[in-house]
Structure formats: structure tokens, C-alpha cells
């Protein structure tokens, strides 16, 4: 079926209607919060007190020492496999406090 010169998919009008009112930061920070519990498993989740996306740095609160020391190091990996989740590279930088 051809489209007819106005006409435009559902997914192109979504994606405008994003751009149109400054939504794409709120939908990045969602899909990285989804994301965080999925690709860290339960222990880290339930350690984990707030996240929140600042432009393309991701600030993890946690409730463990030991585990922020021990994320720190994986942050890189953190970061490639958030992003991949994402399909895009959303995240930068991670903080972890």
C-alpha cells in the first residue's frame, strides 16, 4: 500500500509528537530505570535507592559501600550495556553515591 504524501506512520508521529513537548529526556530516564533492574539482577536493584538521568550522566544512589566500590569498577561495562539495552547511547557517565 502506497502512502499518500501527508500521511505518516504511527511511529514518525509518536517520535514527533515526543520532540514536539521536550519528552525524549523523561522517556531516556524511564528506559534506564526500567533497564537498571533487568540488566543488574535483584541484589543490586534492592541496594539501589534512587537513579536519576542528568543529560548523560546517570547518578546511582545506593545503600552499600561495598557494592558502589564494586560497581565503580564495572561502570564502563555498566554504561555499554545500558546503552545497548537503550539502543542508543543515552548515558555517558555514571556517579555512584
Given amino acids: 500500500m502506497l502512502k499518500r504524501s501527508n500521511e505518516i506512520s504511527l511511529k514518525e508521529a509518536f517520535e514527533e509528537l515526543v520532540n514536539q513537548y521536550g519528552l525524549k529526556p523523561k522517556l531516556n530516564e524511564w528506559s534506564i530505570k526500567a533497564s537498571w533492574a533487568k540488566l543488574m ?20 544512589e545506593l545503600n552499600s559501600a561495598p557494592l558502589r566500590q564494586e560497581l ?22 555514571i556517579v555512584f553515591r
Avoid at 543490586?44 to 546511582?60: E, P
Avoid at 565503580?72 to 557517565?93: C, V
Fill in 72 to 93: 565503580i569498577y564495572a561502570s564502563a561495562k555498566i554504561i555499554k550495556l545500558l546503552n545497548q539495552e537503550a539502543g542508543a547511547p543515552i548515558i555517558d557517565k
Fill in 41 to 60: 539482577g535483584p541484589h543490586v536493584d534492592k541496594a539501589t535507592q534512587k537513579i536519576v538521568l542528568s543529560k548523560q550522566t546517570l547518578i546511582v
